[in-house]
């Protein structure tokens, strides 16, 4: 069978966003080869024509999340508007579209070195953007604190308000965080020598 000029694209680039949405809803484990190839309908041997692993398909379609989330940040065009953005019910709602970070960290902590230094690679490019909204009058120092600790902040806020079984307490904590993290944004505090 022959297929037209750019098949194999659109078919890894499906494959792809499968897999970022499944491993986001599912967790990267629990995701199987033969099962995600099935639910695109296309074949378990199909799939090594795309990706030497199951390992290199998770680091690219966590990159391409992470990717996309860095992308949502820089369109918000303020980090108050990402802060927002990110704590929002919408993003509460749809882990399969949201954040790997929030989804995901647990089990990239415990994933292979190739999976990792993917994470780490895309996360140093959201902490940057993040950095480059914050006051001119900061330090480097002081700017790469501030992003992970608010960065850190929106992560644990957004997982909390997935973990609990209470609308008002999930709202609540989406709120709680938004607060801080906003409040982290405007007065920095100093860091310790």
């Known amino acids: 069978m022959r297929y037209e000029n750019g098949h194999k694209?659109?078919?890894?680039?499906?494959i792809l966003v499968e897999a970022a949405r499944r491993f986001r809803e599912?967790?990267?484990?629990?995701?199987?080869?033969a099962n995600l190839m099935g639910g695109i309908g296309l074949t378990q041997g199909g799939f090594y024509n795309h990706f030497a692993s199951k390992d290199a398909l998770a680091r690219e379609a966590m990159t391409n999340a992470l990717e996309a989330t860095k992308a949502r940040f820089e369109k918000d065009g303020s980090v108050v508007a990402l802060v927002e953005?990110?704590?929002?019910t919408a993003?509460?709602?749809?882990?399969?579209?949201?954040?790997?970070?929030?989804?995901?960290?647990?089990?990239?902590?415990r994933a292979s070195d190739e999976v990792r230094e993917g994470f780490t690679d895309?996360?140093?490019?959201?902490?940057?953007?993040?950095?480059?909204?914050l006051p001119a009058d900061m330090s480097a120092r002081q700017k790469k604190a501030t992003a992970m600790a608010a960065f850190s902040a929106m992560v644990g806020s957004m997982t909390l308000a997935r973990a609990v079984n209470d609308q008002a307490l999930s709202d609540d904590i989406l709120a709680a965080g938004k607060k801080a993290v906003l409040a982290m944004l405007q007065t920095p505090s100093r860091p310790t020598s």
């Open 9 to 14: 694209e659109a078919t890894r680039e499906k």
């Open 91 to 109: 993003h509460r709602d749809h882990p399969g579209r949201g954040c790997p970070a929030v989804t995901l960290s647990q089990e990239i902590a």
């Open 85 to 88: 953005r990110y704590l929002s």
């Open 26 to 33: 599912e967790g990267i484990d629990a995701v199987g080869v």
């Open 122 to 133: 895309e996360l140093e490019k959201i902490l940057a953007t993040i950095r480059g909204d």
